[in-house]
């Protein structure tokens, strides 16, 4: 099973469903999480631009190839809401994501439930704890339960 793991950059939640999948049938791809590599990626390779604005353009759509291709391709797209930041590419994803008809699930914390209703509306799961992307997961390819 291919999984896209999409959103917050800044805790280590990533890390936490990979390893709790150990053992399953599953490969995970991810947007560069290296936040300066992911902003200046476009001007890095393209050239530099004077107006911020067109700096962050590059960038945002040199990453969309990475990000369109691996949505695409995925099986599940997990798509995590953090405490920090306004996540507006982490929505993006999502609402991409259900366009294409993938099977979404969306991962945040109880204090965004209203704010999020409309995207976890769209998800076939809602999760709270990275522990609970792992467990769903593994219902889906191996027909267990927790504990």
């Known amino acids: 099973m291919k999984v896209y ?10 890390e936490q469903i990979t390893e709790g999948a150990k053992g399953l049938d599953v490969t ?3 947007p560069v999480t290296d ?3 992911s902003d200046d990626c476009g001007v890095a390779i393209l ?3 004077d107006d911020k604005f067109w700096h962050d353009r590059k960038g945002a759509q ?3 190839i990475r990000t369109r291709k691996a949505i695409a391709e995925a099986d599940v797209v997990v798509v ?3 405490d920090q930041y306004k996540q507006w590419n982490a929505a993006f994803d999502a609402g991409y994501a259900a366009a294409l008809g993938k099977s979404l699930i969306i991962l ?3 204090d965004h439930a ?20 792992v467990e769903i997961l593994r219902y889906v390819l191996a027909g267990t339960l927790p504990g």
């Open 28 to 30: 995970f791809t991810a």
């Open 80 to 82: 995590r809401f953090g």
């Open 47 to 49: 050239g530099a631009e």
């Open 108 to 110: 945040h914390g109880p």
């Open 114 to 133: 209203h704010a999020l209703k409309e995207v976890d509306a769209a998800a076939l799961a809602v999760a709270f704890e990275p522990a609970q992307v």
């Open 5 to 14: 793991l999409s959103g917050e950059i800044h805790t280590d939640w990533r």
């Open 35 to 37: 936040h300066a590599a």
């Open 62 to 64: 040199i990453n969309a």
